[in-house]
């Protein structure tokens, strides 16, 4: 079993569409939790980032942890084609600076 | 503020060459990680390192694979002996001390390693 499982997509949504991604994982010992953009032939790059459960908002994106069931997730509303990329969330436990990425859910945002 | 610097950002080698991979960091930025990305599959860490130390090279294969970040210059990424398996995207990101805790990693643009 993989430590942390993110389903690859693609995920296909209308324009305007409320977006939602999703990791699972096993270590109960995460308490960081990561979501990054990546753009095709790009590098990651920082979208949110989690210290142990609860919600965060910022702008169209909101990120949700709920470590009871071990799933965390990213909703992004008003989807526009811009947000066509692919989506890894990343996690890591306290005092470690080893982070561990899903595989990644490609996602396409239609006009 | 210039990014992440990697290069090259392509790079073709023929079995049994080496392959050496660059990273500057953001500037400012004493942490460098290493990541292999293979397609269709997520980043894979490899190695962590401050300035002139390994801190956590536990992703990184015992043999051929090699990393340091001396006092001067880039990060390097050293493969010797490469093999077909060894094709794939490597990825550097960095982080100030301040940022490392919270995962917050700047990522390049990544050296797309070709093994022919």
């Known amino acids: 079993q993989k430590e942390v499982e993110q389903d690859p997509g693609p995920l296909s949504v209308p324009e305007g569409a409320i977006v939602s991604l999703n990791c699972t994982y096993s270590?109960?010992?995460?308490?960081?939790f990561m979501w990054y953009r990546q753009y095709s032939r790009k590098g990651p790059e920082l979208l949110m980032y989690?210290?142990?459960?609860g919600n965060k908002e910022d702008g169209r994106f909101t990120a949700q942890v709920d470590k009871s069931s071990k799933y965390i997730s990213l909703f992004i509303r008003d989807s526009q084609p811009s947000d066509s990329a692919t989506y890894l969330c990343?996690?890591?436990?306290?005092?470690?600076?080893?982070?561990?990425f899903g595989t990644g859910t490609r996602l396409k945002v239609l006009a | 503020n210039a990014g992440v610097m990697q290069n090259p950002r392509h790079l073709v080698r023929r079995r049994g060459q080496e392959a050496r991979l660059r990273c500057s960091p953001m500037?400012?930025?004493?942490?460098v990680y290493w990541y292999r990305q293979l397609p269709e599959e997520g980043l894979k860490f490899m190695v962590y390192?401050?300035?002139?130390?390994?801190?956590?090279e536990s992703g990184m294969p015992k043999e051929r694979f090699s990393a340091e970040f001396p006092k001067e210059g880039p990060s390097i990424l050293r493969i010797q002996q490469v093999v077909r398996g060894d094709s794939a995207a490597y990825f550097c990101?960095?982080?100030?001390?301040?940022?490392?805790?919270?995962?917050?990693?700047?990522f390049g643009e990544g050296s797309r390693l070709t093994v022919l």
């Open positions: 390192l401050q300035k002139e130390n390994i801190i956590d």
């Open positions: 500037k400012g930025h004493s942490h």
């Open positions: 990101a960095s982080s100030p001390t301040d940022r490392v805790i919270t995962g917050e990693l700047f």
């Open positions: 990343a996690m890591s436990e306290a005092g470690t600076y080893k982070y561990i």
């Open positions: 989690t210290y142990s459960s």
């Open positions: 270590n109960s010992a995460f308490q960081y």
